[in-house]
């Protein structure tokens, strides 16, 4: 009854979003450059911070740094999605943002010089990595979703490490926003204020998870966003690209831009993958090495992502002929 309350009041507090949306036009144009064609309310994803105001809400004593952290970075991801920012004073939230849920794990005191640098740009890679996928139709509520589910079953099987309700809201919050999102003609984009909000309570549960196994495997929770990203940024660079201007490079934007396939049919297709993988580790953390686990997931993502160089050519040919 709790859960079925909380979703009902997120479900308000979007429809009350956009009415201030419409009211303010807080809306996504189509540009040559976008997935989409036609002029559809941005920033629906606040839905995730208003699940984080309601848990909370109930948890103050002990939420606080992580509402703090989330605030910060709902605040100038809202403010980019209505007026842009310089990605200095982005960056420099985000890093402030981070530094506070750091020190709210105790990440200071237990992690090495050297382990801290890599926990930044690994957290601050991931917060991008989340925005960068942030282009069609339903992908991230669909892998938020699969992405939380993974944990929530670590939580209740594996290891507890966290309030499993902290993970539930973040999955009812996805819901919520794929009910608007997961659409032909969305009612509404997540914008960078979704993406990078749930970005960042999804490198806080990873991070408290990693720290409390002593494990970087979980990190394959976000294996397939993250090859995709990082290749996608190592081709641009190979390109000569601007790597902080927009594109359609992805491999994604390339099934959807180039061979016009549904976007649901995209972002089911995602959260598939990373179901498979997510199976994979929780069926092998305890049986190989970490080493060996990431290879068995890894290598395999990337073959799929360089399906994405032969469509290119293919359709490069076409275009030619």
Known sequence: MQYLLITVV????????????????????????????????????????????????????NNCFFFTGITLVTVVSFWDDIQS?????RISVHFLAISVIFYDLGVFNSVPVLGIVFAYILAIGLINAYNFMDGINGITGLYTLVVMGSLLY???NIQVFIDGAFILYAMLA?????????????????????????????????LKLILVTNSLVWLLFLAVYGVDAICTILH?????????EAHRLHFYQVLSNEYKIQHRLIAAF???????????????????????LFGLVIVPLLLIYCMKFYLLHKKYKTVNC
């Open 10 to 61: 997120l479900f308000l507090l979007e429809l009350l979003y956009f009415k201030v949306a419409d009211r303010y036009n807080i809306v996504d144009k189509p540009n040559h450059r976008s997935a989409h064609t036609e002029i559809t309310l941005r920033g629906g994803g606040i839905i995730f911070w208003f699940a984080a105001l309601l848990y909370f809400a109930q948890h103050l004593q």
């Open 154 to 156: 670590v939580n209740q």
């Open 236 to 244: 641009r660079l190979y390109l000569k690209h601007n790597i902080f």
């Open 174 to 206: 996805s819901l919520v926003f794929l009910f608007f999102n997961y659409r032909k003609k969305a009612k509404c984009f997540a914008g960078d204020v979704g993406s990078i909000a749930i970005a960042f309570w999804v490198i806080y549960l990873v």
């Open 85 to 89: 920012l310089s990605n200095k004073i």
């Open 270 to 292: 995602y959260g598939m993958v990373q179901i498979i993988v997510s199976v994979m580790v929780l069926g092998l953390y305890q049986n190989v090495s970490d080493f060996i």
